[in-house]
């Protein structure tokens, strides 16, 4: 599975940006996706993920509230809706997908995608 990560840029604080990862050569629907995010000088961190139904979604303490994330598996596409953004929440951003759990380990994803840059100026 190759995924794709999109909808990085920049965004004030309060802002909101729309992230979405998809895939080439299967199908998202088989794999629960995973978002984590890497700051500058940071480990790398969970920051949401929904199960391949969509009827389980689990978020990190500090986007509860503010992320949401959602899948169309006929359009083969997870997104993370990111409101209220804060400049802590400047990243890249990483779509993962799994058929394993916890979904907050990275160690249970097998595929991921490349990246996206998020940008929160305060």
């Known amino acids: 599975v190759q995924l794709q990560a999109s909808g990085g840029g920049l965004s004030q604080a309060g802002g909101s940006l729309r992230l979405s990862c998809g895939a080439s050569?299967?199908?998202?629907?088989?794999?629960?996706i995973g978002w984590f995010r890497q700051a500058p000088g940071k480990e790398q961190e969970f920051v949401a993920a929904?199960?391949?139904?969509?009827?389980?979604?689990d978020y990190a303490d500090s986007v509860k509230g503010r992320f949401t994330i959602s899948r169309d598996n006929a359009k083969n596409t997870v997104t993370l809706e990111m409101n209220s953004l804060k400049a802590e929440d400047t990243a890249v951003y990483y779509c993962?997908?799994?058929?394993?759990?916890?979904?907050?380990?990275?160690?249970?994803?097998?595929?991921w995608g490349q990246g996206t840059q998020v940008t929160v100026s305060s």
């Open positions: 993962a997908a799994t058929n394993s759990v916890p979904y907050r380990h990275s160690e249970v994803y097998s595929y």
């Open positions: 929904i199960s391949w139904s969509g009827h389980t979604t």
């Open positions: 050569g299967r199908t998202l629907s088989r794999y629960a």
